[in-house]
């Protein structure tokens, strides 16, 4: 089955050092156990075991490197970094958190035009250092144009750095800390290094108390840390772009986090309701609690599905191929928003179960909500996503299929991306071609429902008010979004040879969903007598089969019980 299970771990790996590095990971939390894990997430103990753990298998190293800066094995390859962000999410956030935010530190760097920094990272991930992105201030949080971290230059050449930043990841214990300001002088952006151990960088304090609670989310502040061209990555132009091209990599992170989190749920509750019998019945038996379980099934299948297909957008990408710009948006808001979801529904059904300080479930609870409100929130995500609406759905163009992307390769153009500009000049290939030779009922109501909201954006043409109002284009951006989520669900139903009954689960809670978000513009805006018609068209219910419904919950999902259980 696609989702991951530990204890069959059979992902294709093209090389033997790939899977030797996930098959340690695995190892590592199966041997400290689920009981430990609890214990030092609840006394919200550093997780110096794991850092050490990663020095000695030089796992950060391998995985982080870039291909020319560290041993032969070392690349920058999304497919197993993906893998990486799954395992690491499916045992705690706090361990992907600190991974996450090397991703993020490391970015400006490789980005950059320092190759002296460039080598001495690549020695410190050997050396087991984490990283640190310096990007977020108190006073305008990820507003980058109103930064107040500044670089004073001074009579001899050199600079001094003063300000501080706030909501900084491995602030504590950085080996570098990627920090972005202005020239204090000619108002030009800068990403230049510090340690985190000089004297006069300033750990303030630890912020964040709730949710990773291992994490270290810190307040640090620069006191004139002195700063030589040596320790400068970029200026100007590339300094600006390094800081958004950072984060089109970082957010993709967040989703796989969330599947991580949702998958090892799933095993969790499914164990739970299928061996508790209340009232002369066992719990998965109820017709209610095979609901619930099926529809979080269908949509943790295709958020994996997506989130899959997004990977090989992304390493295929190149100068005349942004498609990534859209679908990683996507990837952050919608994954991220579908794994609260998830957890919502499996939490219905476990009840009070899901509180108990001994379960895994207790930390899904509480970590799955902070994925969708990192690396800017889910409105200013939906709002990016809003922007290749007209060439998605009005204007598609010619490209030649993209693969596959499992292959041993170094992702060089992540580093180089260009400018962050032009997005509504991104084309598309037509959506529709994926959507081909699927035989489903719901698929064909969800195309009907297109359809609908193709004609209410040509004939309900939004008035410049509307187009002009946030709140509005958020309900229309969710109507959007949809559709190239079901798109790449559906590439890659051919591509892992998907069970037809469980895509037909999965559109039909995309035909609900789709309703759903209708509904809301239709109460919750102000429209025109013609545009409130023809958003009711859009208001369809979708196809119910319990023949399929049975089939899925049969082989699929009750087969999930008693198929993983942590070590104790």
């Known amino acids: 089955m696609i989702l991951l299970n530990p204890k069959k771990y059979d992902r294709e790996h093209l090389d033997p050092k790939s899977k030797e590095i996930m098959l340690k990971t695995i190892d590592f ?14 006394s919200s103990v550093w997780y110096d075991e794991f850092l050490e753990f990663i020095k000695k298998e030089e796992i950060f190293a391998k995985l982080l490197t870039p291909s020319g800066y ?15 962000n799954e395992i690491l999410g499916f045992y705690g956030l706090c361990y992907w958190y600190t991974w996450q935010v090397t991703i993020l530190g490391l970015g400006p760097i490789w980005m950059g035009a320092n190759e002296e920094v460039k080598h001495k ?22 507003d980058i144009y109103g930064t107040d971290m500044m670089l004073y230059p001074q009579p001899d050449g050199t600079y001094l750095a003063r300000g501080d930043k706030y909501y900084i990841g491995n602030g504590n214990e950085a080996a570098l800390v990627s920090v972005f300001a202005k020239i204090a002088d000619t108002n030009e952006y800068v990403f230049f290094v510090v340690n985190s151990k000089h004297p006069k960088y300033e750990c303030v304090k ?66 739970h309701a299928a061996n508790r019998n209340l009232y002369g019945k066992y719990v998965t038996d109820f017709p209610h609690v095979k609901k619930l379980f099926t529809e979080a099934f269908a949509r943790l299948v295709a958020m994996k599905l997506f989130a899959l297909r997004a990977c090989d957008y992304l390493r295929s990408a190149n100068e005349n191929d942004r498609r990534y710009l ?65 060439n998605f759905l009005f ?25 962050t500009s032009g997005l509504g000049k991104i084309t598309f290939n037509d959506y529709n071609e994926a959507f081909n030779g699927i035989a489903s009922a719901n698929l064909e109501i969800f195309k ?29 951006g969710e109507l959007f979004t949809l559709i190239p989520y079901a798109q790449l669900i559906c590439e890659n139903k051919k591509i892992y040879d998907i069970d037809n009954a469980i895509i037909e689960e999965i559109f039909k809670f995309i035909v ?39 089939a899925v919950w049969e082989k699929y999902v009750y087969a999930l019980k008693g198929q993983y259980k942590m070590n104790d």
């Open 29 to 42: 939390f199966e041997k400290r156990g689920l009981k430990k894990l609890k214990e030092d997430d609840q």
């Open 70 to 84: 560290g041993d032969s094995d070392s690349r920058w390859d999304m497919w197993r970094i993906e893998e990486f």
């Open 121 to 142: 990272t690549a020695q410190l991930l050997k050396d087991g250092g984490i990283f640190a992105f310096g990007l977020s201030e108190k006073e305008h949080g990820a």
């Open 206 to 271: 630890k912020i964040s108390t709730s949710g990773v609670r291992q994490a270290y989310v810190a307040e640090f502040a620069l006191h004139d840390y002195p700063i030589t061209d040596a320790d400068i990555l970029s200026r100007g132009k590339l300094g600006w772009d390094s800081s958004l091209n950072t984060v089109n990599i970082g957010k993709y992170e967040l989703g796989w986090a969330s599947i991580g989190i949702c998958t090892h749920a799933f095993y969790e509750a499914i164990d």
């Open 326 to 390: 859209l679908y990683n948006p996507i990837q952050k808001m919608k994954v991220t928003m579908e794994g609260e979801r998830i957890i919502d529904l499996l939490h219905e059904v476990i009840a009070a179960k899901g509180f108990e300080q001994d379960t895994y479930f207790e930390m899904a609870v509480r970590d799955i909500g902070m994925l969708p409100k990192l690396e800017g929130t889910t409105h200013v995500n939906m709002a990016l996503v809003v922007k290749f609406l007209k």
């Open 395 to 419: 204007a598609p163009a010619e490209y030649a299929e993209v693969p596959k992307r499992n292959d041993i390769a170094n992702d060089t153009f992540l580093f180089n991306q260009g400018a």
């Open 448 to 476: 009907e429902q297109i359809q609908a909201f193709k004609t209410f954006l040509t004939k309900g043409a939004l008035t410049e008010a509307q187009s002009k109002n946030i709140d509005y284009m958020l309900q229309v």
């Open 512 to 550: 609900s969903d789709f309703s759903g978000y209708a509904v809301r513009l239709y109460t919750g805006q102000d429209n025109s007598p013609e545009q409130q018609e023809l958003i009711l068209k859009m208001i369809k219910k979708p196809a119910l089969s319990q023949e399929n419904f049975t």
